[in-house]
């Protein structure tokens, strides 16, 4: 499925900085999870716009890394050689800063909300991979096998219903962005995809 990861330079630079920049901070640096974390108050008040993707090269553990990368090695390259390289840093980034922005613009009032990690930008590689192949397998909770358009349907759910039950690292609302600010992006940059889209969906 993955290829050469030559065909995909840019997932493959991401992918791996993101898991030694992690590996790092978990293992040998700490304080870069607290100087690059998404911190809405600091990026409002003392200017620190760089964590709006600073905080995607993070996470809180091991295991929330180990989730993130599976996710990425799964679609991040995929969607490259589906998209081109440009347009790939266009969905991933673009998914990263929207959802941390709306982060900051919600809590900016906050000054203990802090969240981290690559989510909100794989919930929009995710859901833009969706969007070329709707009927594709996936397992939701690793053991449901379902199609592609029913799991991004829970996932939306799931994420909306989380976001308002939470606090924890984890910014499930910056997963419901994500995955809409992909979805949006992509049409931007395709519009062809929405006729696509319907005229592979099956139910």
């Not at 989730?67 to 347009?87: D, H, K, P, T």
């Not at 930008?121 to 449901?144: D, E, K």
């Amino acid at each position: 499925m993955h290829g050469n990861l030559l065909e995909t330079p840019l997932a493959t630079l991401i992918f791996l900085a993101t898991l030694g920049i992690s590996y790092y901070a978990l293992s040998r640096n700490r304080r870069i999870l607290d100087t690059w974390v998404l911190h809405p108050y600091g990026v409002a008040h003392e200017g620190r716009y760089f964590q709006l993707i600073s905080h995607g090269f993070i996470h809180a553990n091991y295991l929330h890394l180990l989730f993130n990368m599976i996710v990425f090695w799964y679609f991040g390259f995929a969607l490259e050689r589906i998209l081109g390289s440009w347009r790939f840093a266009m969905i991933y980034f673009g998914s990263m800063v929207i959802s941390a922005g709306i982060s900051v613009a919600r809590r900016k009032d906050s000054p203990s909300f802090r969240s981290l990690g690559a989510s909100g930008a794989l919930s929009g590689v995710l859901f833009s991979f969706i969007l070329f192949y709707p009927n594709t397998t996936l397992l939701a909770f690793f053991v449901l096998p379902i199609k592609a358009w029913l799991f991004a349907i829970l996932f939306v759910a799931i994420s909306y219903y989380a976001a308002k039950n939470r606090y924890s690292y984890i910014d499930h609302e910056g997963h419901l962005w994500g995955a809409l600010s992909g979805a949006g992006l992509t049409i931007l940059l395709l519009p062809a995809v929405v006729r696509h889209f319907f005229s592979q969906l099956s139910f």
